[in-house]
């Protein structure tokens, strides 16, 4: 098979959707050299006369496909980008008469191979929108416009901010989860004026409009959130086997799966957190661990907000929780001790993975070995210190 034809190739599997990863790296790599640019354009001229059919997309709908396209070619020169933008053209016609072309909107981002493994970076699966009738809609952090409109709702985005706009009735009112598997935070401003904003690996589901007595969300992973307060329609999450209940406050919840239990840490105002018919109340600068309530690091507690990750004698186990979620990775112990050992200090955690392990290296305690997406954690050895 000559290159011209594997590129075709590779260029019909990609537009209609069937490309596997490794193939879709090797067609994006493909389509920016200048060999095959006369090639590309022969190709996506000939898609668009294929089809013959006239589309409906709006402006945000086509900006979202764009968005899409160029967050794999964000680096490319202006020329390599109008081609792209042709090929946005072409998929539009796709996504708006058949469901095999709307892949477009629902790919996960490829992932990048570092040739060193410790040069692994912090996760970025993106961030989704899944309604109530089970679409997914994969979000651009550069997206501004409408999303879509659901039972009278408007759903619109600006950057990384999703809100929701309009008054469904009582009989419209659907469920919404936004999930976010990027690499930085991700808001939401509910129907109420409410804010909430997601850490990675973390989702919220909400409704697009609240018309009960009382508005419930539920939580997984972390969130931090701004309440708009309304005495007579109590704000409550829902978060692992606790309900925390909003006051007129503004606080943060760590309700990840794997962590050993909620943690909600209030900034101002008031919550009250509830569990297996017991309940505690918190004051700023406290916060409730199995409704064990203490005084709270807000610095700890809220790093994340920054791209920070702030500890303070904390285990090296509780740390390695948090590095596993932010890079995708597994931790193995080869020593079980070294999971006692704790640190003090903060780490980026949109540095690369090397970094971030060096920072603990440099104790002088531990040591660490990256094969793929596995961490494997050492004791060092006495001979090793200075």
Known sequence: ???????????????????????????????????????????????????????????AEKQAILDHIFSNTEQQPAKTRRLWQRIAIAASILIACSTGGYFLLHQTPVQQVASNTEELAPVQHGVTLTLANGQKIVLSQRHTGRIATVNGTRINQQDSLLSYQGKAVAEDVKMNTLTNNGNSKFSVKLADGTEAILDVSSSLTYPNNFTGKDRLVVLSGQGYFKVKHDATHPFIIKAGNEVIEDIGTEFNVNAYGNEAMVKTTLIAGAVKVS????????????????????????????????????????????????????????????????KTYTFGGSVNRKDQLASVLNYFRKAGKVDFKVEGKTVKVFKRKKTESK
């Open 1 to 59: 098979m000559t290159e011209q034809t594997e590129f075709s190739r590779l260029f019909s599997k990609y537009i209609d959707g069937t490309a596997t990863a490794a193939e879709t790296r090797s067609f994006l790599s493909m389509a920016n050299q200048a060999a095959y640019q006369q090639e590309l354009e022969t190709l996506v001229d000939a898609e668009i006369t294929s089809q013959k059919l006239q589309h409906n997309l709006d402006a």
């Open 275 to 338: 569990a297996n018919d017991k309940s505690v109340f918190l004051k700023p600068g406290e916060q409730a661990a199995d409704l064990i309530v203490k005084p709270a690091n807000i610095e700890e507690a809220t790093a994340w907000l920054q791209g920070q990750l702030v500890f303070h004698h904390e285990t090296l186990e509780n740390i390695l929780r948090t590095i596993s979620r932010v890079y995708g990775v597994t931790i193995v112990w080869q020593d079980p001790e070294t």
